[in-house]
Structure formats: structure tokens, C-alpha cells
């Protein structure tokens, strides 16, 4: 599985940006999707992430700002980000998470980070 992102960009305070995260390879039906992101000094934090059901999680500093959402037909993730303020500004990385069944582990793979930057 490989995971190819892009998007991010430079964008001043209060704009938008989208971030895609494309996986290619073989993906198992049960899986996640998620965005992280790093910001510099800082560790890595959970984004958002949708489950191959539909279901939904957001850290809570972007909670009603970002959204996430999936294509399966392009097995393609993206983030949604709204609002964008200065503390935003970090490497922002994809995540899938799958396993081929309900007794397998679960597998991680990560796409390279796409650097978003707001100004002020």
C-alpha cells in the first residue's frame, strides 16, 4: 500500500486549503483513514478520521473548522480545512489503517507530509 498526499500550500489567516490523500495497492474493506498532523517543536496529533463505515472523529482545536470525508470508488481521503488560523500551521500527514479480517492484526501506512502554512 502506498499513500500519496499533496494539497497543502501557503494561505493567510481565515482561508481554506483541501488536502488528498490517494492509496493505492490493496486495501482491505475494513479500514480507517485519518489525517495527523505536526507542527513544528510539537508531536504528532490526531486530525480527523473516518472509518470505511462512515463514521467520523476530530480532534477538538478543528472540530466544526475541518471535514473529512472519502471517495472509496478512488480509495482518496481529504481534509476539508476551513477557517485557518496561524496554529494551524504544521506538516499534515495520512494514515490508513486496515486488516483483511476480523482475526487479523491491523496494518499502518503513511503518505509523506504536505506542509500547510497560514500567516497572519
Known amino acids: 500500500v502506498q499513500l500519496q498526499a499533496c494539497g497543502g500550500g501557503l494561505v493567510h489567516s481565515g482561508g481554506s486549503l483541501r488536502l488528498s490523500c490517494t492509496a493505492s495497492g490493496t486495501i482491505y474493506s475494513s479500514n480507517a483513514m485519518a489525517w495527523y498532523r505536526r507542527a513544528p517543536g510539537e508531536q504528532r496529533e490526531l486530525v480527523a478520521a473516518?472509518?470505511?463505515?462512515?463514521?467520523?472523529t476530530y480532534a477538538d482545536s478543528v472540530n466544526g473548522r475541518f471535514t473529512i470525508s472519502r471517495d472509496g470508488a478512488k480509495n482518496t481521503a481529504y481534509l476539508q480545512m476551513n477557517s485557518l488560523r496561524p496554529v494551524d500551521t504544521a506538516v499534515y500527514y495520512c494514515?490508513?489503517?486496515?486488516?483483511?479480517?476480523?482475526?487479523?492484526?491491523?496494518?499502518?501506512?503513511w503518505g509523506q507530509g504536505t506542509l500547510v502554512t497560514v500567516y497572519s
Open positions: 473516518m472509518l470505511s463505515s462512515g463514521g467520523t
Open positions: 494514515k490508513l489503517t486496515h486488516r483483511r479480517s476480523g482475526r487479523d492484526p491491523w496494518y499502518d501506512y
